[in-house]
DNA sequence: AATGAATGAGTATTCATTCAT
DNA sequence: TATGAATGAATACTCATTCAT
């Protein structure tokens, strides 16, 4: 049997591609992807530049696996925000359940980790045109597709009434968050909303689209 | 740099400096900042890089009026955009105007121009933070204001019921363009919505939006 | 009327450009295309590198300005090589006047400057094989059709007998200096032939090929 | 850098060694030296870098021993290619007999291989002057003793008139393909004569030379 | 003897900006 | 005001060679 003390000597041995990765990642999500120079992600990853190149070719590629890469923890995230849908058994839970739905998905794509790759990706979408489509259809597109499932299977339970689904999860992100959404793009460095505010989003955002 | 955008002199029709102008819309919105090269500016502008440099003292400078210069034809069709509203007098004239003040909002703000100068905008944000902010106040910004003050003039003459305004046009906005805006901005090169698919999202956004 | 100080002038507003070509030819001669570097050819140039890329483009460009700049020399001597033949008039005339052209032609040949264009354009043939080809055209063979068209005046002349000037042009290079210009370009160190060789070797050829 | 060639081990099947010599000849002669990364042959012979180095020492002894490597193969040829005149009685079986020493030795010098190694040598000829030089010495010079050793012992018996040996190996090589090797030398990619060709070539050359 | 990574200098090329004419 | 060149730093990328495992 191993303890198999992964996490204890990711201090020591961190394999050089991830290292390269978690370097790379953080520097061009902080000054974006010309201004980031492959001589400081080789030293951001105490990895020489040679190493850099041998892993990933060019800077290119190593962009798209830094997004690519982004993106894997924006779909394990997806699952989780609906399943909190899942346990609702009576009509009156599903409100409260819809509430905590939404608070976390606003949350999160409020966030400053979620707002900085989206500016990423959009400021070099002219460079990367299918990088950027692979990124939407992976992280904000399988966010909305796994809500619209929720939606569904509640309504198939006859908790909720919804037409459509996918359209209604769509009408909820955007209330929700397609105002502060656009007004961060725009504000790289202004703070996100506060909980009390988001409060509010969710509550207006479930009314307007008739699930509050 | 100078973010004062139009200054008293230009009564005096300069040549130059509007060519300039220009030609360095056309590239930046084309290729993006970092890709446009001075000499290729000047160039573009028939003029030599000195007189680049005269006129804006740094290619910064120039980016700012360049984005500053399109913020001016877009507070002037915000205004076009509501005077549709003015003329109603009867109840029943309410549904077609709103129609057809939302179709238009969302045929511009979907439409090639405005998408590449978000995209502009938005890519350079984190090295143009105060630039970005002054676009956002004075485009979409200003847009916003200006429906939200047609609703309320609306409301104020009874003729529609309308709470909040504000709100009520950021979330016809977002109700309408939001998903749309989002999906664009990864997907540079896709064209945008045809008139039937804009036709249907303004039934849909005005129907949920309470006012349809 | 202009003295025009041409010539007493070059050293000091040389234009950008010639200076290039100068230096680059040097350079190149002595130490190949690959192992000069463009930074030491716009510092012997004394010229920004920037200039070097104005003018030319890329490098691969300057070597073609090189390589066809030193064909042009080239050009001019081949017709100069025959001007000895048309004061021919009496066949006693006949033989020392090819012994006359066959000695500048050997020396030209083997002469160091040549041995080290042909060097470069041969280590180059590879990357460059539209330049090579041009370059032979150009060079060797330009002067070898000049020679054959001497020949065949000559012999319209009734002065000399020969079947197929081409030919027999050839031969008579091949026989002159065939075997040094064969062992100079394995011996890039190595001293060509002294006069008294050459004068051997002159005789020689033409005996073989049957105009001595 | 070593150039000692053959070494006293070879007995020994060192099959990394030998595969890094054909792997290496391979490339050299295929894309120049300094075009060939150490990694690519490395690769090519399927074998680690550090191997490589373990064996040659640095790059430059590696190539010498390509060089040299090549040289064994065309020592060997030079001995056949004069064996058919060993054979020769009678004065009428000399002209067939030197027609196809002739013929074989066109057609070795002028095709693709000894080209590509000549292309190959005297591109670095100024890199590798020793190596150059031995090159030079063993390939095409023992070739020409040992046709000139040949033509001496014919003559010695009586069956053909030759004077000096040696110059008419040499007046008799380059006149047989000392215009097509020239030619050769700056068009890389262009192919070599064909069998009729080489067949004028041998009937003129022999015949300018007297022993046609 | 092999592997992956490190080294460190070197390559051509581009950029925004300024100077002299 | 226009032109051509100068500046000087920065870019991505490659190379031969060596070290540690």
Redesign the pocket.
């Known amino acids: 049997m191993r303890i198999d003390g992964a996490a204890g000597d990711e201090r020591r041995v961190e394999?050089?591609?991830a290292a390269i990765v978690r370097a790379a990642t953080e520097l061009f999500l902080a000054h974006g992807f010309?201004?980031?120079?492959?001589?400081?992600i080789a030293a951001a990853a105490?990895?020489?530049?040679?190493?850099v190149?041998?892993?990933f070719?060019?800077?290119?590629s190593l962009f798209a696996a830094v997004v690519l890469g982004v993106t894997a923890t924006a779909e394990a995230y997806g699952a989780e925000l609906t399943a909190t849908l899942g346990a609702v058994e009576r009509r009156e839970d599903v409100g409260p359940a819809l509430r905590r739905l939404a608070h976390r998905w606003a949350s999160a794509v409020l966030g400053p980790n979620v707002l900085a790759v989206r500016r990423l990706v959009v400021a070099e979408a002219a460079r990367f045109p299918e990088l950027a489509a692979e990124y939407h259809r992976r992280a904000p597109g399988a966010t909305l597709r796994t809500v619209a499932d929720g939606l569904a299977r509640l309504a198939g339970r006859g908790l909720v009434e919804v037409d459509d689904p996918e359209r209604t999860a769509s009408d909820l992100a955007f209330l929700l968050f397609g105002a502060e959404l656009d007004r961060a793009l725009f504000h790289p460095d202004a703070p996100g909303p506060d909980e009390r505010r988001i409060d509010e989003l969710v509550d207006h955002a479930l009314r307007v689209v008739g699930l509050g």
Chains 1, 2, 3, 4 share one sequence.
């Not at 010309?34 to 400081?40: K, L, P, S």
């Not at 070719?57 to 290119?60: A, E, L, Q, T, V």
């Open positions: 394999p050089a591609r010309q201004a980031t120079g492959t001589d400081r105490a990895v020489s530049k040679q190493t190149y041998n892993q070719g060019d800077k290119r």
